[in-house]
């Protein structure tokens, strides 16, 4: 049972639709993540939100917008996405970031997003 | 180059056989290093940390060879239940808040 549940597990959308993934951590963590997964790819990090400011963006387009309420839930918003943004994307918490990071990430078990 | 590099595999080994696998890594100013396991469709989950002396659990040892920048994994008496893909993860730390992974090394145990 993990301790990172993200919802939905599998998700269809159009490109001119907007949706959003969800991720809730039960570890009382204090950092949280969101990574890209492509086929044949390494893991790509896309935001990290630390005591609930968010520290990183590697980047990533603005077709992808990322909101920490609070330290257990991390959404992903979409929107205008393009095929290629196909992939799993895996959402991960850890006690903390930066230097205190201990290595051990806790990733949920991913949303696959197909664009069409 | 890549910042953390696997060769892809697959490694493709019987039952009981010793596989070893290698990750280089690009930056030298690297602090701690990891390797995670993944099986198909799931999530990846940490198998263990790797120290400089080297470091064992069970089956599994873990290398590091900082001066070569190179980490290694060796799997003795391999199981079914090993195969899994094998991503090596480096936490770089200066001015980087998370881990790197490389794209993994696929292992297939075969009966």
């Known amino acids: 049972e993990t301790g990172v549940t993200q919802t939905p597990r599998h998700l269809v959308m159009g490109m001119t639709n907007k949706k959003s993934l969800k991720c809730e951590q039960h570890l009382g963590h204090n950092a949280m993540y969101w990574y890209k997964q492509s086929a044949k790819k390494p893991l790509e990090l896309m935001f990290v939100?630390?005591?609930?400011?968010?520290?990183e963006n590697n980047s990533v387009p603005s077709r992808f917008s990322p909101e920490c309420p609070n330290s257990s839930h991390l959404f992903l918003h979409l929107h205008t996405l393009q095929p290629e943004d196909s992939a799993l994307y895996l959402c991960a918490s850890s006690p903390h970031s930066g230097s205190g990071n201990t290595g051990e990430l806790f990733f949920g078990e991913g949303s696959r997003l197909t664009v069409l | 180059r890549k910042e953390v590099e696997q060769d892809p595999g697959p490694f493709n080994v019987p039952e009981g056989a010793t596989v070893a696998f290698n990750c280089t890594y690009s930056n030298s100013a690297s602090q701690s290093f990891f390797w995670y396991r993944q099986d198909c469709r799931k999530e990846p989950k940490l198998l263990m940390s790797v120290y400089s002396s080297g470091n064992e659990d069970g089956r599994f040892t873990a290398q590091l060879n900082r001066a070569s920048q190179y980490i290694s994994l060796l799997i003795r008496d391999s199981k079914l239940s090993d195969s899994a893909t094998y991503l090596c993860v480096v936490n770089q730390r200066t001015g980087r808040r998370a881990l790197t992974f490389g794209s993994g090394t696929r292992l297939q145990v075969q009966p």
């Open positions: 939100y630390s005591l609930e400011e968010r520290v």
